[in-house]
């Protein structure tokens, strides 16, 4: 009996995601277009993260360890 009732419950949340096109609020409008443009971005254009904001991650491995060069900003703390 609770099964069939997860299901359902798992289907009806499923069935609540956006299909449409994102829109400002009712009242509300895009922000200003960037200087130099005439027209305003799209939505979709600004939901892009861009690349400084979340960059790939090196997985590049040690195969050996290696000194490390002199850090001249490596200090000791001050007393």
Same mark, same amino acid.
């Given at each position: 009996? %609770?099964?069939?009732?997860? /299901?359902?419950?798992?289907? +009806?949340? &499923?069935?609540?995601?956006?299909? +449409?096109?994102? %829109?400002?609020? +009712?009242?509300?409008?895009?922000?200003? +277009?960037?200087?130099?443009?005439?027209?305003? /971005?799209?939505?979709?254009?600004? /939901?892009? @993260?861009?690349?400084? &904001?979340?960059?790939?991650? $090196? @997985?590049?491995? %040690?195969?050996? $360890?290696?000194?490390?060069? !002199?850090?001249?900003? !490596?200090?000791?703390?001050?007393?």
């Amino acid at each position: 009996m %609770r099964a069939p009732a997860a /299901l359902l419950l798992i289907l +009806a949340l &499923a069935a609540c995601g956006q299909k +449409a096109d994102l %829109r400002p609020a +009712a009242g509300n409008e895009l922000p200003v +277009a960037p200087y130099g443009r005439e027209e305003r /971005l799209p939505a979709t254009v600004l /939901l892009e @993260v861009p690349t400084q &904001a979340a960059p790939e991650r $090196s @997985v590049e491995l %040690r195969k050996r $360890s290696e000194e490390r060069e !002199d850090d001249p900003f !490596d200090l000791p703390p001050a007393e």
